[in-house]
């Protein structure tokens, strides 16, 4: 499984891209902006795109948007990693497009089955 990372912290990409690399044993590729992710999922097709909230310049929501305008990355399943764990927070990025939302700080050992219950529960 292919999956793009959109993170605009360098640390955050460092440990998602370990855990879900070396011990989800997927296939992992990063952006820092929403603007590199959305060119990178167009490019790349991963199967799922996990992407931070609040990124300076395009944050995730309108990233989000504007991958679901492009039929090349409509279809691709994507899930947010955000501190803010609000219920209405939730609701909010589940009822504007999102799969689905991961908390940060997450577990590095538990992500990668996190994603996969994410996408098995779509």
């Known amino acids: 499984m292919k999956i793009l990372i959109i993170d605009d ?20 590729v990063e952006a820092e902006t929403g603007d590199q992710g959305i060119r990178m999922a167009a490019t790349e097709r991963p199967d799922v795109i996990l992407m931070d909230v609040l990124m300076p310049g ?12 492009n039929p090349a990355t409509a279809e691709i399943p994507i899930i ?4 803010r764990s609000a219920k209405s927070e939730i609701d909010h990025l589940k009822s504007i497009g999102a799969d689905g939302v ?9 992500l990668a089955d996190e994603v996969e219950a994410v996408l098995k529960g779509r």
Do not use: C
Not at 59 to 67: K, M, N, Q, V, Y
């Open 102 to 110: 991961l908390n940060k700080p997450f577990d590095p050992i538990t």
């Open 80 to 83: 947010f990693l955000t501190a």
């Open 9 to 28: 912290e360098e640390d955050i990409r460092d440990i998602a891209r370990f855990a879900l690399g070396q011990i989800g044993k997927m296939n992992v």
């Open 58 to 69: 395009m944050d995730g929501p309108a990233a989000l948007a504007e991958l679901r305008k």
